[in-house]
């Protein structure tokens, strides 16, 4: 269930959730421009989703809220993030966790702990690995056709030859109208829809076990509508948890202010 999903992810400093990333922004990036912002982060922002867990016939498991507050500043790692405090609430269970994130012109960016994805990795490929510190959620500008590499773990196990161990690859799916059915009313909005795709590589050769989410965000609120396997849930918190599930999970905004 969701709540093992929270529990199972990992410890860094003061319980901030391990975040699985991509390259940090770098030198290589276009320059800055004045792109929409799909992810507004003005601290004391608060957003209230819903969420659903239903089986693959649709039969709901269990339903509840997610809570996310934009709650400060925290440098990690020499550089200055936005703390993400992030709750669920199923009732007579609940969980909170913290994110850390940061954005530039160029995309969102989640802060992780490399040192615990090293389980992921076999032990005879480990020393040819070499983990990155930072996820990209999003990359800007979202055009027609974009795509972009959340994280790959790759081996290198000689120059020139290398082993997938793990690819998150995120494609924008271009611009659809949806409702967003808030708490006092419902709200058609135009939406930028990304669809995330996890492959995990288990053996040599063999094609990988494929799990997908799609995320939808609307220009000055930013996450409306998360659906999808919950084996990558926790993308639309920025990062992602190991505990593949035939269950789909769908998360809708119901409540927000912008700060």
Do not use: H
Request: hydrophobic share 40%; aromatic share 14%.
């Amino acid at each position: 269930m969701i709540l093992r999903i929270f529990r199972k992810i990992f410890f860094i400093s003061f319980a901030l959730i391990i975040l699985i990333g991509c390259n940090s922004d770098s030198s290589t990036n276009p320059p800055d421009q004045n792109f929409p912002d799909y992810y507004p982060s003005g601290i004391g922002s608060t957003f209230k989703y819903s969420i659903v867990e239903t089986d693959l016939i649709g039969n709901i498991i269990q339903s509840g809220t997610r809570n996310i507050l934009y709650s400060g500043i925290f440098n990690f790692r020499g550089r200055d993030y936005l703390t993400q405090e992030d709750s669920l609430d199923f009732g007579s269970q609940s969980s909170i966790n913290t994110f850390l994130f940061r954005k530039t012109e160029t995309g969102i960016f989640y802060a992780i702990d490399t040192s615990q994805i090293s389980f992921l990795i076999p032990d005879t490929l480990r020393q040819f690995v070499t983990l990155r510190d930072e996820m990209r959620l999003l990359f800007y500008p979202m055009t027609s056709g974009s795509s972009w590499s959340l994280y790959r773990i790759t081996a290198v196990v000689q120059p020139g030859i290398e082993v997938k161990i793990l690819d998150i690859i995120a494609t924008f799916d271009g611009t659809e109208q949806i409702d967003l059915n808030f708490t006092s009313e419902t709200v058609n909005v135009s939406a930028q829809k990304v669809k995330y795709t996890l492959e995990l590589y288990s053996d040599i050769g063999s094609p990988p076990t494929m799990y997908t989410a799609n995320m939808w965000f609307v220009e000055n609120i930013g996450l409306v509508k998360f659906e999808g396997n919950q084996f990558i849930f926790e993308l639309s918190g920025g990062g992602i948890v190991f505990e593949p599930s035939p269950d789909i999970l769908t998360q809708e905004l119901i409540e927000y202010e912008i700060e």
